[in-house]
């Protein structure tokens, strides 16, 4: 498959799209600012050559390596903390700081499933799927559905995570009500809360801010009823042999959970393992809600959208060296790895600083500090209605607090 095509692979290879966006400052973005013209998709790819996609082992196995070491140095530093209440502290800042730093591998598990981490595809799915079965990541199954995220950025009916729900629908105006009955600061603490801390799991299992052309619910875990009743499968046939085997993944984990439970404690297991696990989620989820969610930034229905339109909705973010190192420039080269994520990390700063060149009215880059922008997105951005002359649904406006 050519780097960068849009057609969606079998389970076994994550297809790698994604969008661009514009050089805007968002942060007090109220109006659409509708769009003269796109490139071309082929445009978008003619500006990284495909030497960008060329693989370094040594980078790749040292970045696997650092995120690998890193980890399990704090996981072992938090077996030492006591279990006692006057240790919380000590409890909190372990789990912000292992979390963060286990994130690096959720990345690199990541680009396996782009096929930008190894050139044997046997090697680097292994690695992919011990990764993810470590952090309870069905691998195989996310490989799919995250491919079809980067063939449909941005389209309400295909896309399939972080899709808003138009203002006339039933769950638009179910949104919508409980943010005018809570308020908008109440209901950006809810905000946060439901996506930090619930949205991934409740992603997995039911599929929640899926696309709406996939049914609800949807699983990665089972295609059984009552998870395959959307107009397109998000997990067709072809996926079910793989969707056992990340399964099996992940069963062997909570097996190897369940015996460190009964050999050492299960508070030791869920004070050790569970709480950077939440944290994990939080950093996944957080760095995806702030990549293609904003006040400016457009959903598109299937009369309007195409590729080049919906990789254009993409944020590069300033996280700073400390996150950029740990996390492999996740959420900073985030527009380039949309228009074509078989580059690898260590690749995608040169990538992202030549899309810029060539399009600089059209890479997206937010300069809010994160925790700003977070607040604005969890605050301001509920339900969309369509808005501008290029038939984009944008986020209606609120009062800001």
Not at 58 to 85: C, E
Not at 301 to 321: C, E, F, H, I
Not at 376 to 386: F, K, L, P
């Amino acid at each position: 498959m050519p780097n960068g095509a849009d057609s969606i692979a079998p389970c076994p290879a994550a297809a790698s799209l994604n969008p661009p966006v514009f050089l805007s400052s968002l942060a007090n973005a109220q109006a659409p600012k509708p769009v003269a013209v796109y490139p071309s998709k082929a445009e978008l790819l003619a500006c990284l050559p495909t030497e960008l996609t060329k693989i370094n082992p040594v980078k790749a196995w040292g970045s696997l390596a650092m995120s690998l070491g890193v980890s399990a140095l704090a996981y072992g530093l938090g077996t030492m903390i006591p279990l006692q209440l006057s240790a919380a502290p000590l409890w909190l800042l372990y789990a912000v700081i292992t979390g963060t730093v286990a994130g690096g591998c959720w990345v690199i598990a990541h680009e396996c499933g782009h096929r930008a981490f190894h050139p044997n595809p046997r090697i680097e799915a292994v690695v992919g799927f011990l990764l993810h079965s470590l952090l309870l990541v069905p691998y195989f199954s996310w490989q799919r559905s995250h491919a079809v995220h980067h063939a449909n950025c941005n389209h309400l009916e295909a896309g399939e995570t972080h899709v808003p729900p138009r203002s006339d629908s039933s769950s638009g105006r179910f949104v919508d009500g409980a943010r005018r009955q809570l308020g908008q600061r109440l209901y950006g603490v809810a905000s946060l809360f439901t996506h930090l801390v619930l949205g991934w799991p409740l992603y997995l299992m039911f599929g929640v801010a899926g696309g709406e052309e996939y049914g609800s619910p949807t699983s990665h875990f089972t295609t059984a009823a009552p998870f395959r009743n959307g107009g397109r499968h998000l997990f067709p046939d072809s996926c079910r042999r793989l969707m056992v085997i990340s399964n099996l993944g992940l069963l062997a984990m909570v097996a190897a959970l369940v015996w460190a439970s009964i050999h050492f404690s299960l508070a030791r297991v869920l004070t050790v393992y569970g709480l950077p696990y939440l944290v994990i989620n939080a950093w996944l989820v957080g760095y995806t809600w702030l990549q293609h969610t904003d006040t400016d930034i457009p959903h598109y229905s299937s009369r309007d959208w195409n590729w080049a339109k919906g990789a254009l909705q993409t944020v590069d973010r300033p996280y700073g060296p400390v996150l950029n190192l740990l996390h492999h420039g996740i959420g900073s080269t985030h527009v380039c790895h949309h228009i074509n994520p078989k580059i690898p990390h260590y690749n995608a700063w040169r990538a992202s600083a030549l899309l810029k060149k060539r399009f600089p009215d059209l890479v997206r880059y937010d300069s809010t500090p994160i925790h700003r922008a977070l607040w604005r997105v969890a605050t301001r951005c509920t339900v969309v209605s369509r808005r501008g002359i290029d038939g984009g649904f944008f986020y209606e406006p609120t009062s800001s607090n």
